[in-house]
């Protein structure tokens, strides 16, 4: 230490010692200053179950289940498509556009003064299929939970057009965006109130539109829905 002491004095005694001093002195501190900052930061989590959209407390099931209401909304560059109805099963009633329709699996009918076979009025149905809205989610980054006193949730994910792409078409892209979101709200029973597709990158690259399309799905009164009677065969009857 005593050497120490005198080598600091020597160098000292002179301009080109005192730089180097100063120089020592400054690469010793931003040194540590370095270090304090990197250990007030947590390490990420990069457990592969919680970034590929894992980390929830709620279920699909009773979607899967196929009874509920519903109010599904398409936006697409600000145009807003609304369909709301009800759903057992493979059969559902819905109207959309003051418009009746009725789908029975297969086929969808649109009521005029009889009901007639009709077009898919839906722009992309693919998003209102209930193992296809499971495995898009699952296939989401998760990003982040809101928690409210009351019991609710919104999980907070991202989505890319790639993963879109391979899920929905089964064609892999290699698209360069800005990734998709994707928002489920929870109840306080842990049932799905809404999922909401804010969609803009995917619909932009894929020429779908020239700057937004939102989809939000929207399900209550699951298992309350009783067997929809089908109304071609009533027609027909």
Same mark, same amino acid.
């Given at each position: 230490m005593k050497n120490f002491f005198q080598l600091i004095k020597v160098l000292w005694s002179s301009s080109r010692g005192r730089a180097f001093l %100063? %120089? @020592?002195?400054?690469f010793v501190f931003f040194f540590f200053l370095i270090l304090i900052i990197r250990g007030g930061h947590h390490p990420v989590d990069t457990d592969q179950t919680y970034e590929r959209?894992?980390?929830y407390s709620f279920s699909f099931q009773e979607l899967f289940d196929k009874n509920y209401s519903f109010s599904y909304s398409e936006v697409l560059d600000g145009n807003s498509m609304l369909y709301e109805g009800k759903k /057992? *099963?493979? *059969?559902s009633l819905f109207h959309y556009m003051e418009n009746q329709y009725y789908y029975d699996g297969e /086929? &969808? &009918?649109?009521k005029e003064e009889k009901w007639q076979k009709s077009d898919n009025? +839906?722009?992309?149905?693919?998003?209102? /299929?209930?193992?296809?809205i499971s495995s898009l989610v699952d296939a989401s980054s998760y990003e982040s939970t809101t !928690?409210?006193? #009351? @019991?609710?949730?919104? &999980?907070? +994910? &991202?989505? !890319? #057009?790639n993963t879109i792409n391979q899920i929905v078409y089964g064609i892999h892209t290699d698209i360069m965006e800005e990734p998709n979101k994707v928002v489920v709200s929870v109840n306080e029973n842990h049932q799905i109130d809404s999922i909401s597709f804010y969609l803009n990158s995917y619909c932009i690259a894929s020429k779908?539109?020239?700057k937004s399309l939102d989809i939000k799905l929207s399900f209550s009164d699951y298992g309350k829905i009783?067997? =929809?009677? !089908?109304? =071609?065969?009533?027609q027909k009857s």
């Open positions: %100063f %120089f @020592g002195f400054y959209g894992k980390k /057992n *099963q493979k *059969q /086929n &969808y &009918y649109l009025p +839906f722009l992309l149905p693919d998003f209102f /299929n209930e193992e296809m !928690s409210y006193e #009351s @019991g609710r949730e919104v &999980y907070h +994910f &991202y989505l !890319s #057009s779908m539109c020239q009783d067997k =929809i009677e !089908s109304p =071609i065969a009533r």
